[in-house]
């Protein structure tokens, strides 16, 4: 009968210990010898704290108490245990109720080794990782080629139309006096500047991200800048008859670089005129917010942005929701950069129904700053 119990626990395939009160191993089968390395006949007999850590043994006899509760339902626990090199695996221990036999109550416990399920998970979020990393590139990969496509477009406009001029100037007999003459002079300088733009906000981006971008602060009015920002964008907002009004906190002064806080107003404002249809408008509101912050909000009468639109409005790939025909997303993307490098953040509000907030929060001082206001 001993002898058909041993075979019958040497069928089953996960390691099996049959433990008696006093927690001495009754039993155990080839499983078990396999899965812990000992030889049966030094299992037999002994402690099953054997096969226990010493850092475990406290939590084991919590376990092995639970084990012998006769009330108890079938119990499984991932554990600790030791092989008899000593090395450490991870099983799932399940018990069931305690046997009465004659020579008291027993418990039969299987051991299956964690191992190869924790290998085979570690496995598949490895592989997860790697699908998202994959994902990731390639959506990295198409917007990269969506911005060389625009930025080849934008680029070669105003140079086709610096280069075109210059013929026309080269091989034609106008004179210097004439209005074509003239025309043809500002064409070409306002090609070129359009284009010197675009080259600056490319160079300006790649130093933010290097943290090679300097800023030099310095005492600002902000109303009187947002004044010239006004006069630079009224023309561009004129040709498509859009409104551009302007709300600045009287006397708000900050002490910060002008230039950068002037490409960032600039930016958000020229942003808000091209994605306006004509008859439109624009404000632009600055205004404190405490002594410490103040805020740059432009308003337009625009679209609204869906929430994909508006979760990559500040890309520096894609401009969203259009095609490249309207500009490369440049502008906010490095406003956001320029914003975010002086300790200030970015935000947009938008609806279906029409109308767009795009919106900057920066702090009144420059960091490290001890000049006064």
């Given amino acids: 009968m001993k002898a058909d119990f041993q075979r019958l626990l040497d069928a089953v395939p996960d390691a099996v210990v049959v433990v008696a009160t006093d927690g001495t191993i009754m039993w155990a089968n080839a499983e078990a010898e396999a899965t812990f390395g000992w030889p049966r006949d030094e299992l037999v007999g002994h402690p099953i704290e054997i096969l226990v850590p010493p850092r475990a043994h406290a939590a084991h006899v919590s376990h092995r108490r639970r084990f012998f509760d006769t009330n108890s339902a079938r119990i499984t626990v991932d554990v600790s245990a030791r092989r008899r090199d000593g090395s450490e695996i991870d099983v799932e221990v399940s018990v069931g109720r305690p046997i009465m036999t004659v020579a008291g109550p027993l418990v039969v416990a299987t051991a299956r080794d964690l191992s190869a399920r924790k290998r085979l998970d570690e496995m598949k979020t490895h592989a997860a990782a790697l699908e998202a990393e994959n994902v990731r590139i390639q959506e990295a990969s198409r917007l990269k080629n969506e911005f060389l496509a625009t930025m080849s477009h934008e680029l070669r406009t105003p140079l086709n139309a610096i280069l075109g001029f210059a013929e026309l100037l080269r091989d034609s007999r106008l004179p210097a006096g004439a209005p074509e003459h003239a025309e043809y002079l500002e064409d070409i300088l306002s090609s070129g500047r359009h284009l010197l733009g675009l080259i600056d906000d490319v160079l300006d981006l790649s130093k933010v991200d290097a943290g090679k971008l300097e800023f030099i602060p310095d005492k600002v009015d902000v109303p009187s800048l947002v004044r010239e920002v006004g006069a630079i964008v009224r023309p561009m907002a004129a040709a498509k008859r859009i409104r ?130």
């Fill in 244 to 373: 551009v009004d302007v709300q600045v906190e009287p006397g708000l002064k900050v002490l910060l670089d002008p230039d950068r806080l002037k490409q960032v107003i600039y930016n958000y404002v020229v942003n808000a005129v091209r994605f306006t249809p004509e008859d439109g408008w624009v404000l632009l509101g600055v205004r404190s917010i405490d002594p410490q912050r103040f805020r740059i909000e432009v308003e337009d009468s625009g679209p609204g942005m869906a929430p994909a639109d508006m979760a990559r409005v500040y890309s520096e790939f894609v401009p969203p929701g259009s095609p490249p025909t309207k500009g490369t997303g440049l502008g906010l993307a490095l406003s956001k950069k320029l914003v975010d490098a002086q300790g200030g953040s970015v935000g947009v509000k938008s609806s279906a129904a029409g109308g767009t907030i795009l919106f900057a929060v920066l702090p009144r001082r420059a960091r490290r700053s001890t000049r006064d206001l």
